[in-house]
C-alpha cells in the first residue's frame, strides 16, 4: 500500500491553455483593430450634449426661481415660459445626441420639466406675467 508521503506531486501546469486566433490573410483585408477613430470623432459631441444638459439644468432652475431684478434702470425678469421652455428645448437635444452623457441629459430633462412647471405655479401664484 502507497502512503501519502510517498506520493510525487504533479507537475504544475498553466492556468489556462492559449490558443492563438490568428487569421492568416493579406495585407489590407479584414477590419481596422481599434475603434480610436470614432470615439475620438464622438467624444466633440458628447462634450458638447454634457454641456448643454448642464445649461439646461441650470436655466431650469432659474426659470423655477422666478427672480425679478432691477439694477440701474434696467429690469430683469424671468418669465417662466420663456426661460422653461429654452430650458426643456436644450435637455432634449442634449437627449437626443446622447452619447457617454446620457444619464446627465435625461436628469436635465426631467429637472427643467420639474422647473417649468414650479415656476409656471409660482407665478401664477404670485400674479405675476407667464411671458
Known sequence: MESLADRTPAPPRAARVASPRVRQGREGEGDDVSAYEAERARSGLDTFAGLLSATAIFI???GATNFNYSISGT????????????????ALVAAGIGGRHHRLAAIAVAVSGACWIIGMAVAVITQRPLF
Do not use: Q
Open 75 to 90: 429690469h430683469l425678469e424671468m418669465r417662466p415660459i420663456r426661460i422653461g421652455v429654452a430650458a426643456v428645448v436644450l
Open 60 to 62: 431650469g432652475l432659474l
